[in-house]
Every structure is written in C-alpha cells, then in structure tokens.
C-alpha cells in the first residue's frame, strides 16, 4: 500500500469493487430492498386491501386488463389480487423477518459464544453442550417443530427461526473467542481496572466480528428460505401477511391445472433474493478469510 | 474407552430425558388437549370424564411421570385422528420414508463423488465450473422450490411422469415397497431427484476439496512416475483417501435427510412419516406429534453416539484428549 493511511474500510470496498459478480449481486439486493419498502407506492393495487380486490379478475394470465384498468403484467393469484404487487408486499415480509431472526439469532449467539469462550470452565462446557447437541439437528426439523408448537404468528415464526438459528452464530463466536482470549491485549486490558464484561464485549467480540459476519449474511438467507419453507407447510406466517412462501403455497394447487404464474414468479422471485444474498455473503467470505489474503 | 462409552451413554439418556420433558410440556401442557378431543357442546359431565380419563386432572409432574412409564414400555397413545395405535401408524409408515430416503442418500453419493472428483482433478474445465455452479445452486434454493419446477415440468408441461402418490406396490414380507414395479419407480423418481439434490451439491463439494488437496501431494506424484494412469492413480488412490470422511458425512446427512423427507413427503404426497407429522400438526393429532419427535430425537442421538464412539475408536490422539 503506498497510500499513507487507507481505512480498512475503504480497503474492503475497494477490493469489494473488483468482484463483478459481487458488485453486480450487491446492486441486484438494494434494488430489490428498495422496491421491498417502496412497495405501496410503486404498485397498482394493496393486495390485501379486500375491498379492492375483484374475484371476476382471479386467475387471470400475465398481461391481462383487469376491470380496474390496469395491466396485471404477472397475472392475477385465486383471490384476483395482482401478483406483481403481491410480490413486492410479499419481499417485505421476507425480507423482515428474515432481517429480524437474523438480527436476534446473532446477538444471541454472538453474546453467547464470547461469554463462553470468554469464561471457559464449567459456564463453557455447559454452554457449547447445549449449542453442539443442538447442531446435531437439523435446522429446518427444529423450527418446523417449534413453529408447530408455538403456533402462528409473525413473532412465534420468528422465536422460531432464532431458535433454529443462534446456535451457528454461537458456534462460530466461541472459537474466535478462545482465540482471541489467549492473545497478549487480552491480558493486557484485563490488567486494568477495566471491568472483565467490558473487555470481552468492547475488546474480544470486535474481533471476533469478521467471521460473524460471513456466517450472518449466509443465515439471513437461510431464514429467509427457512420461513418461505414453513410458509409453503402451512406452519408460517398468518393467511393475512403473505409471505414469498405463501404466495407460492397458494399457487401450488392452481399448478397442476397449468396456471404456472401464481407460484412461478413469487417463486422467481424468492430465489433471486436468496442467491444475490449468497453471493454477496461469498464474496465477503473471500475478502475476510485471512488464509486467502496474499 | 469403557468409561467413556458409559459416560457418552449416561450423557445421551440425560438428553433424551431433557428432550422429552420439552417435548410432553410443549406439546401437551402449552394449550388445551382437552378442547381437541371433545366438542364444545359436551356436557360439564363429559368433560370432566374425559379429563379424569386421560388424567388430566393429576399434577403435572405426574402427568409426565405416567407419560414416561408408558413411553418405556413402547406405548406412544393412540392417534387422535385415526384411532389405530401410534406407534403402529408411525411404523407402517416408515418404509415409504426410508426407501425415498435410503435412495435418496445412495444416489447423491454415487453421483456426486465422480462429479466432485473430476471438478476437483480438473478444477479449470468448463465442465468443473458447471458443475459447481449447479451445485451452488442445489445449495441456495429451497428443496420445496425445487420440489414444484420439478412437478411443472415433468409432470404438468412434459406429461411423463406422476406428480404425487406411491403408484403400484409389491408387498414384500408384508411390507408395501414402491421400488419393486415399474410404476413405482416411475412415481419415486421425481421425490428422489428433488430430496438428493442438496446431498448432491455436498457430495460434490466435500469430493471436490478432498481429491484438490490429495493431487497436489507427493504420493501422486510417485504414483505417476511409477507409470499409473490417471484413472488408476483417481481410482485406487484419490478415491480411498478421501472416503473416510464421505464415509462419515454420509452417515450423518442420512439422518438430516429424513428431516427434510418432511418437505418432499408434503409436495409429492408421498404417504410417508413426513407427510404423516405434517398432517397431524394441522389436525392438532398430539400422540402422533409427539411419537414423532421422541422417534427422531432417538435416532439423531443415536447417529450422534455412534458417530462420537466411531471417531474415538479410530482416532487414538482423541482417545487420550477425551479420558483426561
């Protein structure tokens, strides 16, 4: 580097720009977070405002002229709503609680697994137990059970995922953990009077965050296939917020009779989200793997 | 090793146990089975029976210690929905399970490690760069979405083959097996495809890294000095290097295969015990739920022992880690 000082930030964006496939993924998911919260005003209709809906218009192929006067460019689901504007309300309801369980899942986690290798002793052995005895399921039987057992409802789908969901980030934050403990600014700052809970929060889970990172974006993709999944089992989000995986629940029985479009394109959709999402988690993975670094 | 196959042994009952206290208050303490089993026009009499029946009135201690002396002697209740034993429904159902499954595993593995190989032996090819891109993709896309192109396009465009249902089967030993006609297989075909393709995509890549890894080392390169083709030197060499851990995430991804038989089972109405737990979540069949998760939990502790067990056999530098 030649550059006096380059912030590593700057650095990452930088080399971040290099990847075109990166960049091109990256752009892809702000277009579609952007169309996700602009959604009631870039589309015809409110897909689940009743009173709007009109059932001659149901089932109707793309590019029909609904008798509201506009084109349903995607075609209209079996309650006659348009399904372009289904999707788009539909990607921000994924896209939230995806966002959320993330979010949740990773403090959770993060706090977890730095406390545990933080610690050690007995509080870690019990802890890690737990987590390893808990990867050995399955994610999606875990959350398919508590969702069965919690019922339905936005914040139970979403205790759910967490639940299905913490134990990677935990996994991940212990063993960065352990190796941050043993370095020298560790003993260092616990010398001072600063209080123990200070240094493993303000000083060893910063640098425990580039791993979290990567295991994040690729978990918020997850959650998001997850609930789309339990949304298509009929054990997700209430019939009156649709998520992707509804939409395409929905469609399913209209497919067999050959309309294709009610779960094609939310479907299309869905998979656009999840793959962008994986892409930029990979390339991220790329840039913060030390091993890879020249 | 004798003390540490008691301690993983006592250390696995202790889970079980913990599993199925979660299990018995989820399931049966949050919310009212009572509700489920009797109208909501029953008499005050009725009701009170009923709950004295099942011994809804006893603590809930004892409520869970009656349940875990009935667990023990193989009695998981009979099913709310079709009043036949569950341990029964659940048992008849299993082979449909396991022989999608059991296809399912085999089929990922013979296919996925000559493809991960060749990508890993020649990892430039165009040919290597598809197939890790179809794998990414067997990765990032929900198997229920996989599940519906797969019924769209052969079923529905394309005509050729069935979109749900077992089709014809043989009884073999008084077991029903799709596998065994012509009929049957045509309607496995399709679950198969769609619960191996994540297997596949891992198969792949874990083939891929591990035959990456052994090319580059010395014993390749004697072993084509010595005059070897590259087929032999895949073959005989590569080929058992990287088998002992496919070998072990074989035996693990079987057990997680059965977990998202669930998916596949509910798309392809595939009548196996999949299906059957989704069922009887929608219809509030507790017995059934409940024989379910205690069913799955034992096997998944029992893959997890036997893998733990495995892994301190052959490896002696673990063996003196774990007894200290």
């Known amino acids: 580097m030649s550059a006096a000082v380059v912030s590593p930030w700057r650095m990452f964006l930088g080399e971040f720009g290099e990847s075109r496939v990166a960049v091109v ?6 277009l579609i977070i ?33 008798s509201n006067g506009f084109t349903h460019w995607l075609g209209t689901d079996a309650q006659g709503r348009d399904l372009y504007s289904a999707i788009l309300y539909g990607l921000r309801i994924s ?10 899942a990773f403090t959770l986690g993060a706090s977890l697994g730095t406390l545990a290798g933080f610690v050690g002793g007995r509080l870690e052995t019990l802890i890690m137990r737990i987590i390893d005895l808990q990867l050995s399921f399955p994610a999606i039987l875990l959350a398919l059970v508590l969702a069965a057992l919690l019922g339905q409802g936005k914040w139970q789908l979403i205790a759910a995922l967490v639940t299905a969901q913490y134990a990677y980030f935990a996994r991940t934050a212990h063993g960065a953990a352990t190796a941050e403990r043993s370095k020298d600014y560790v003993e260092a700052a616990l010398s001072t009077p600063l209080s123990p809970a200070r240094v493993a929060f303000r000083h060893v889970l910063p640098n425990c965050l580039p791993p979290l990172i990567v295991v994040a974006t690729v978990q918020v993709a997850n959650s998001i296939a997850l609930e789309a999944t339990l949304s298509f089992l009929g054990l ?41 999402i994986n892409l930029v988690g990979d390339q991220i993975r790329d840039q913060l793997n030390p091993r890879l670094k020249r | 090793m004798l003390s540490f196959v008691i301690q993983r042994l006592m250390q696995a009952a202790v889970v079980m146990l913990v599993i199925s206290a979660m299990v018995f208050i989820g399931v049966y303490a949050v919310g009212n089975p009572i509700d489920v089993m009797i109208g909501p026009d029953a008499t005050q009499e009725i009701r009170l029976a009923t709950i004295h029946a099942y011994g809804l009135d006893q603590p809930l201690w004892q409520q869970y210690f009656t349940f875990l002396q ?14 036949t034993s569950v341990l029964q429904l659940v048992i008849s159902r299993l082979p449909a399970t396991l022989e999608i499954t059991i296809a399912a595993v085999l ?20 040919i290597a760069k598809t197939i ?48 065994l006609t012509f009929n049957g297989l045509t309607h496995m075909l399709l679950p198969v495809v769609n619960l191996a393709l994540f297997k596949l995509a891992l198969m792949i890549r874990l083939a891929r890294a591990g035959t990456r890894e052994v090319m580059l080392t010395d014993m390749v390169r004697f072993a084509r000095a010595a005059g070897e083709s590259e087929w032999t030197i895949l073959r005989r060499h590569v080929l058992r290097l990287i088998a002992i851990p496919l070998v072990t995430v074989f035996g693990l991804e079987f057990g997680s295969t059965l977990a998202f038989a669930v998916v596949t089972e509910t798309i392809f109405s595939w009548p196996g015990v999949g299906k059957l737990v989704i069922d009887s979540i929608s219809s509030l069949d507790r017995p059934v739920m409940v024989a379910y998760l205690m069913l799955v939990s034992l096997l998944f502790i029992t893959i997890n022992f036997t893998v733990d067990i495995a892994y301190v056999a052959l490896d002696p530098r673990l063996r003196a880690r774990k007894t200290t």
């Open chain 1, 25 to 30: 993924a990256v752009s892809l998911l702000a």
């Open chain 1, 34 to 66: 952007l169309l996700a919260v602009a959604a009631p005003l870039i589309t015809p209709q409110d897909p689940y405002d009743l009173a709007r809906l009109v059932l001659t218009d149901a089932r109707r192929p793309p590019g029909y002229v609904g």
């Open chain 1, 95 to 104: 896209l939230q609680v995806g966002l959320i369980a993330g979010v949740i």
């Open chain 1, 236 to 276: 997700g989000l209430p019939v009156s917020e649709p998520s992707l995986g509804m939409l395409i629940s929905n469609g399913f029985q209209y497919m067999l009779s050959g309309r294709y479009w009610i779960s094609i394109y939310p479907g299309i959709a869905l998979i656009v989200l999840i793959v962008v």
């Open chain 2, 70 to 83: 009935r667990l023990a002697h193989g009695d998981f209740g009979r099913s709310f929905v079709y009043n």
């Open chain 2, 107 to 126: 089929g990922a593995a013979l296919l996925g490690v000559p493809l991960g190989m060749y990508a890993g032996y020649a990892p430039h090819s165009r």
């Open chain 2, 132 to 179: 890790m891109g179809v794998s990414v993709l067997g990765f990032s896309v929900p198997t229920f979405w996989i599940g519906l192109l797969l019924i769209f396009t052969f079923a529905v465009n394309l005509g050729v083959l069935p979109a749900g249902g077992r089709g014809d089967t043989a009884t073999v030993m008084g077991v029903e097996w799709s596998f």
